[in-house]
């Protein structure tokens, strides 16, 4: 496993893994057996309503009224959540986050159980997110670039105060890394946030056996792209301890 | 790393991850262009992520309304979407009823176990007609209990005095 930094103070507001399957044994029942053997860790249980069909086909994710009902298993306090519906699990967490191990073993467990309620045929695509969300201080451009090493490049005197920056690299003819960054308005805690997200994702020939090794080899991705991404002001902002 | 309208790739099928753009897909020699109509990846992690469903909402909501606490109203919102398409209309609605300056502010309540009702607060100045404002909300509750009786049920309205 590859040293990461630690920081006190992370501006990490979420981590998602998600797993998009083909199975041969769905039924309506499979959440409520799922959720037998999950309640312990996550007693919430709740349907998102009317819910909504998300598909990964041959046109790649699409959008529909489907059947789809999203199911998610929540812990007590909110923060380890699992959602499943008929062709995709994922694994959410909110922080406090405990670290990329329990992180790790939180997705395994998911799967291990994903893999003894459901027979999977095939993994159409795997992806492993961070969301940040990181304190800017103020919106200008020029802030911005104090924070990121990535940035637009605009004309000298530009009074530019949104940024919305998306990058897709593909990687190893298989995966795609992808970053985004987004200056936010004014919220609670925050005068001037910005979101930065961090994806990589396997859209082919991924397999439900190699999860294990693929996680880590994403994690290592995904922590590169963020160290290399912000700047050494940036990363002071979130106290290294380590 | 590759600026999304100039991505570098070679057997790397990309129209099955990118979204609704032209995409100008370079290899050494090559250049081709490929049409997105589909959704990018990041997009569509707005409906498998529980802070960036919580941004949508969030931005949706926000030219309109204040939140009392920092993430409660929204994840009520996000297992509630038909409240949440709602709320903007409410908010025109009893904006236009006033002369007054209003402030929308979101609370979410427990009332009992089990059972949540998400307030709007609408800070007023004292010069409001309270009685109007009152009949105002009695009427507002009779028609959306008649159009919409699964969002009235989970709706209250309450006038805050010398808010403004």
């Known amino acids: 496993m590859a040293k990461t930094k630690k920081y006190s103070n992370p501006p990490l507001t979420e981590a998602v893994f998600e797993l998009f399957f083909e199975s041969s044994n769905w039924s309506p029942a499979i959440p409520g ?11 919430i249980i709740s349907q998102s309503p009317g819910g909504f069909g998300i598909s990964f086909g041959p046109k790649g994710l699409q959008l529909g009224s489907g059947n789809n009902d999203l199911t998610q298993f929540k812990s007590t306090d909110g ?51 961070a969301i940040n969300k990181i304190e800017i201080n103020k919106a200008t451009y020029e802030n911005f670039k104090e924070f990121f090493t990535v940035y637009p490049v605009l004309p000298e005197g530009s009074n530019t105060s949104s940024i ?31 979101l930065f997200q961090l994806y990589f994702t396997k859209i082919k020939n991924a397999k439900i056996q190699e999860i294990e090794d693929w996680i880590e080899i994403a994690h290592g991705h995904l922590n590169k792209a963020f160290e290399v991404s912000l700047t050494d002001k940036c990363k002071k902002s979130f106290n290294n301890v380590q | 790393m590759y600026n999304n309208t100039n991505t570098s790739t070679s057997q790397l099928d990309l129209t099955s991850i990118s979204g609704n753009n032209v995409y100008y897909l370079t290899n050494n020699d090559q250049v081709k262009v490929v049409e997105h109509k ?20 969030r ?35 009893f904006k236009k009823q006033f002369v007054e300056e209003m402030s929308f502010c979101l609370e979410l309540m427990d009332e009992e176990s089990n059972w949540q009702t998400l307030f709007i607060n609408i ?17 507002f509750f009779d028609n959306m209990f008649d159009l919409y009786p699964r969002v009235a049920e989970k709706l209250n309205i309450d006038f805050v005095a010398n808010a403004i």
């Open chain 1, 79 to 129: 923060t380890s959540i699992i959602q499943l519906s008929n062709n995709l699990l994922t694994v959410n967490k909110l922080p406090e986050y405990e670290g990329w191990e329990s992180y790790k073993l939180m997705i395994l467990k998911a799967l291990d159980v994903l893999k003894e309620v459901l027979d999977v045929k095939k993994v159409n695509r795997i992806g492993l997110k």
């Open chain 2, 123 to 139: 800070g007023v100045s004292s010069s409001v007609n309270w009685q109007e404002a009152n009949e105002l909300v009695d009427s």
């Open chain 2, 38 to 57: 589909e959704m990018s990846v990041l997009e569509a992690g707005h409906l498998l992520s529980i802070e960036l469903k919580r941004q949508k909402i």
């Open chain 1, 33 to 43: 057996i799922f959720y037998n053997k999950v309640q312990k860790r996550y007693p």
């Open chain 1, 164 to 194: 919305h920056l998306n990058y897709e690299t593909p990687v190893n003819f298989d995966s795609v890394l992808a970053i985004s960054l987004a200056t936010l308005n004014k919220e609670k805690e925050y005068e001037a946030p910005t």
């Open chain 2, 59 to 93: 931005s949706e909501l926000e030219g309109l309304f204040l939140f009392k606490t920092k993430n409660n109203e929204l994840d009520f919102l996000a297992s509630h979407q038909d409240l949440r398409q709602l709320l903007p209309s409410i908010g025109d609605f």
